[in-house]
């Protein structure tokens, strides 16, 4: 059975672009059509890219090479932490830290700090220090929680960089390409694919859209560390569909297009 499948997508509103006036010409070649301002993603496209990319997560998970989740927007961040926890891979998910990558040295200074505080206060080591100096650790740790608690057992540069929405999260995507590191990516319209090395091309605002396809890539690291078998949601009883053409979206006849898309991304529009 294929991992994703066009019901999959069209459900979950992949194929939503942003509006016509925000879009980056290079990605031209993966979208279908434009209806009522807003760009209407190519699926047949987005199938065989994520397909690709989702061989390629596998093979680097299997070669035990970690897979980093990076997602800094609103709407993203709870489906970075859960499905990066879910597959045992390391996350970034409240800001990118300049030099997380290029300076990774450093920043691996001070995650091996942040577990030396929890280990102390675990152990009550701090217990007899001024009030103001625990309070000052106190704070010190959560700061650096915050920031780095999901990156605590990266102990080596990833092999692959997986991320939503490449153009905010742009010094990820530099550094990642300084260090020659291969990215995986949701690319919309409004994103610049040839600084990815596997973009997806689909709706990277939708919650339902994000949450899709990182479960996917989730499940492409489980299956290459593990060796699992992950077997995508059950589908309807009866014999499996071929899997349509682009042109069953029938963006021609939609008469609630601008309806759905509102309703998936949360917001009236995309700026």
């Avoid at 700090?113 to 100096?133: D, I, Q, T, V």
């Avoid at 605590?152 to 995507?173: C, F, K, M, Q, S």
């Avoid at 689909?202 to 492409?220: C, E, P, V």
Wanted: hydrophobic fraction near 35%; charge should be negative; charged fraction near 30%.
């Amino acid at each position: 059975m294929p991992v994703l499948s066009m019901k999959d997508l069209l459900e979950a509103g992949v194929h939503f672009g942003h509006r016509t006036r925000k879009w980056n010409p290079k990605m031209a070649r993966f979208i279908y059509t434009e209806r009522k301002g807003i760009h209407i993603i190519d699926l047949g496209q987005t199938l065989d890219l994520f397909e690709r990319a989702y061989e390629f997560v596998r093979s680097q998970a299997a070669a035990g090479r970690p897979v980093l989740f990076v997602g800094t927007k609103r709407q993203v961040q709870p489906t970075i932490e859960e499905e990066a926890k879910r597959c045992g891979s390391p996350y970034t998910n409240q800001r990118w830290i300049g030099g997380c990558l290029t300076n990774f040295d450093v920043i691996r200074r001070r995650i091996l700090h942040m577990l030396e505080l929890e280990r102390n206060f675990a152990e009550g080591k701090y217990e007899r220090l001024p009030l103001k100096e625990r309070i000052k650790l106190e704070k010190e740790l959560n700061y650096l929680r915050r920031n780095l608690d999901g990156l605590r057992n990266l102990d080596r540069l990833p092999g692959v960089v997986y991320l939503i929405d490449p153009t905010v999260e742009i010094h990820a995507v530099r550094e990642a390409n300084l260090l020659r590191i291969p990215i995986v990516a949701i690319c919309d319209t409004d994103s610049d694919p040839d600084t990815v090395d596997y973009p997806i091309p689909g709706n990277d605002d939708a919650i339902k859209s994000t949450r899709l396809i990182t479960a996917r890539i989730a499940d492409a690291v489980i299956e290459g560390r593990e060796g699992l078998q992950v077997e995508p949601a059950p589908a309807d009883a009866g014999a499996p569909e071929a899997m349509p053409t682009p042109e069953i979206l029938n963006v021609e006849t939609e008469t609630h297009l601008m309806e759905m898309w509102e309703e998936l991304t949360g917001e009236e529009g995309k700026d």
